[in-house]
């Protein structure tokens, strides 16, 4: 409780009582089946306590009863609004342990499709940003652009959603004729929607206000608390596993040229708006910001991957087959999804079915910080910093 608050009541001025709230599981900026029971003094929010539970499908247990390739289908269902990135982040692992190296033209079509997947991911997280604050309009605009994301995914693999098509060993079919000139087709007229977002959202005064110094995670909590992915790069942690991961997932983007979105000196990798000066290192908006910059980001590795992917001759790979025998060993590998560092762990006793499965998730870990960036905020600030975090109940409840 704020001096001036507590000064009031103790003068009797102001009669207040202590209530406890569900936000959730049925809130809509609660973004799934997430309960959070705030204790309440008025508008001020004393206590902010997220409880999960309200999704969990055994997924890992699942893991330990079906072979390798077959969990392939269950990884999309984690993020599943980032289902290429999961699907790309047990292969991997699995292929770590196998010892295998994907063919060099399959190395190059993974980083397109999993950069395309980062677009949609961040145009749902910053659509649904803008709904939680009361902005309907970037919410078309977001949904609008990945909708050609998904038919682009349709046309590659037949899903909108769960895809499967990154696998053990490669992935499941080369790309169709013409896929290549539409992706670019989309590219072209994309450059102008990311404006309009910034328009609508990154520089609107409105937002500014709902969003700039509230939910301040520092530097050190964000370290403390092990967040990832924009939650830690809005905290001004340069950290990113596409450049500072296991090499056997940084060779994937080897002769690439990016910049992770993190605020150096005052300012994000160009081009961009201008930091507000009312935001603060840590805030709401520094982590909607980082999913912004994130965005022109993975244009840039699309159109190289694109470039290369047309010089390159080859196959795509060949997938294991379903009933393929793992060699006895364990590994564990992190890689970059849209969410954060999402890490898968196999444990092998040499047959085909995974003795170990498990996932450890970047929003378990982002949601974890929740109840101390809600300490002594107001009731409407709590879907803003709920929203900041971009969480999928799908994988932080497995």
Known sequence: MSEDRESLVTAGEVRTEELLINMGPQHPSTHGVLRVVLRTDGELVLDAVPHIGYLHRCAEKIGENVTARQWIPYTDRMDYLAGMNMNLGWSLTVEKLLGLQVTEKARHLRVLIAEMGRIASH?????????????????????????????????????????SYITIGGLMADLPPGWLEECETFLDQFDSVI?????????????????????VLSREDALDYGCTGPVLRGSGVDWDLRRDGDPFYTRM???????????????????CPDVPPEAVLGDCWHRFFVRMVEVVQSVRLV?????????????IGRPIKLTDKLPPGEVYLETECPKGQMGFLVVSQGEAVPWRARARS?????????????????IADVPAIVGSLDIVLGEVDR
């Open 362 to 378: 970047s929003s378990f870990c982002n949601l974890s910080a929740l109840r101390h960036l809600c300490r002594n905020c107001l």
């Open 253 to 271: 983007y080897e002769g690439y040229d990016f910049q992770p979105a993190v605020c150096r000196q005052g300012a994000y990798p160009r081009p």
């Open 195 to 215: 404006n309009d977002l910034h328009d609508l959202l990154s520089v609107n005064a409105i937002f500014i206000k709902r969003t700039a110094g509230v939910g």
């Open 123 to 163: 145009l749902v997280a910053a659509g649904t940003y803008g709904l939680d604050l009361g902005s309907f309009t970037p919410f078309m605009y977001c949904f609008r652009e990945r909708e050609k994301i998904l038919n682009l995914f349709e046309a590659a693999c037949g899903a909108r959603l769960t895809y």
């Open 303 to 315: 159109r190289q991957a694109m470039e290369r992917y047309r010089k390159t001759e080859g196959d």
